[in-house]
């Protein structure tokens, strides 16, 4: 059995969608939800679920070395294989993402390789893109470029906001993580595309 972290900074809808999914004949189990927000909505949400929580606030911290020593102790302590990363918005340092080189995942708001890090629906209605979307991919060193393991698409509709786009994308993305979860954990590399 897999042992999952699901790692978040606010309200955690994909957190959810992905504890969920992960029961019955699943091949893995979330044993850990870790925030670096301590007044992260999901926390609440985890621990209604049952689920272990921990929150080290990167504040409290004089450097990001120092923040995730506290994280990767959370981690080892809970025995996990795999981080999901869910809405978790702390840039992670070489030498973590090295410490788990092929064995985290991220979901990022945009359609990669076109706009990483932030404010990816504003980005692509500027541009006047007609899709949008979300992508599930391997987390490297280099922010939002990791391997695509899969890729939810939907239209930008006339009139739409970056809230009634990013609205659209969440709920596709709720659709997205648990399927390319769950093909990771079997050992499926090739990108998932719906
Ligand atoms: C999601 O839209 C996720 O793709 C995005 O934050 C939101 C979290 O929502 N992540 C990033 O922008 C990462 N760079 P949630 O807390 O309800 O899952």
Redesign the pocket.
Known sequence: MTRVAIL????????VKLVESMTGDHPARPVLVASNDPTAG?LVKARDMGLETAAADHRAHESREAFEAILQEALEDAGVDLVA?????RVLTPGFVSAWKGRML????SLLPKYRG?N?HARAIEAGDTEAG?TVHEVVADL?AGRILGQARVSVLEGDTPDTL?ER??SR?HELYPLVLRRFVEGERSPLLI
């Open positions: 978040i900074s606010g309200g955690g809808s994909n957190m999901g990363l869910a809405g978790f918005m991220n979901i990022h708001p932030l990816t979300c939002d990013s994308v969440l993305e």
